[in-house]
């Protein structure tokens, strides 16, 4: 049995979204079927510390949109706990980054979900991962301030493919660590199916081979709307072709 699954994907909007850009992601989903629409990362435009007290409204313009996940990225983390949900908390679709974890163990849910498994209608079961750059380490002196720590995105990228991998058909990275580091990831995880990039605002025109990996990104500031298309045969990914559709006169 052959099936079809089209993944749209942005990243590093930092608030460059507008109402006609929207329309045209929106419209892109509308017309195909078993589609995700995903982003990598920083969508919003805020600095690393600074925080919009009433929410980004991109992360409305983007649930509107019909977006069914993202990664975090550098502009959306904060160190203090309060302020990292602000500057996500008008998402309506989940927000992920399993590299986080907290400093000092607090028995609360992050703010953050390491991973989202959606089932398309046509039974096909895709397992969704986010890793971030680390933004505070156990190295590092601001560690002092900050409510999280990051852990090395590919051990945790492994760990995350060892848990969700017997369990879907299609298997997808989510990262913000930029093209070199995904690359990295790429490398050492042949059980991926796609990984999706940002950070690093590469244009990759067509989707980038590393070993049996297939490596995306979409530039930057709403320049292009990514659209790959995935086939299986008997439950296996047999072809992954891809392209990129300009938002942008």
């Known amino acids: 049995m052959t099936q079809t699954l089209h993944i749209l ?8 979204l507008t ?13 195909l079927d078993n589609v995700l629409l995903l982003d990598a990362g920083d969508a919003i435009s805020a600095g690393n510390v600074g925080v919009r007290v009433g929410g980004e409204p991109i992360l409305v313009r983007m649930s ?12 959306e983390f904060h160190v203090a706990d309060t302020l990292l949900r602000t500057k996500i908390n008008r ?16 028995g609360e849910t992050l703010p953050t979900a390491p991973s989202v498994v959606k089932t398309l209608p046509n039974g096909l079961r895709v397992g969704i991962f ?14 002092i301030v900050s409510a999280f720590l990051f852990d090395d995105p590919l051990t945790v990228a ?17 990262t913000h660590i930029g ?17 999706i990039g940002g950070h690093t605002h590469v244009v990759l025109e067509e989707p980038e081979r590393v070993g049996e990996v297939p490596v995306v990104q979409a530039g930057w500031f709403g ?16 072809s992954v072709t891809g392209r990129l559709l300009p938002l942008k006169g």
């Open 158 to 174: 492994r760990r995350e493919i060892e848990r969700l991998r017997p369990d879907v058909d299609v298997l997808i990275a989510l």
């Open 64 to 75: 509107e949109t019909g977006y069914d996940a993202m990664t975090m990225g550098n502009r």
């Open 179 to 195: 093209v070199k580091e995904d690359r990295r990831v790429a490398a050492a995880c042949p059980e991926l199916d796609l990984l």
């Open 223 to 238: 320049h292009y709307l990514g659209h790959v298309t995935m086939t299986l045969d008997d439950g296996k990914v047999s």
């Open 9 to 16: 994907h942005t990243n590093d909007f930092h608030n460059h």
């Open 19 to 31: 109402d006609e850009q929207a329309q045209f992601i929106a419209r892109n989903k509308a017309e």
């Open 130 to 143: 986010g890793v971030t750059v680390p933004m505070v380490t156990e190295k590092m002196a601001a560690r």
């Open 91 to 106: 998402a309506a679709f989940p927000i992920l980054c399993a590299n986080i974890r907290w400093r000092e163990d607090r």
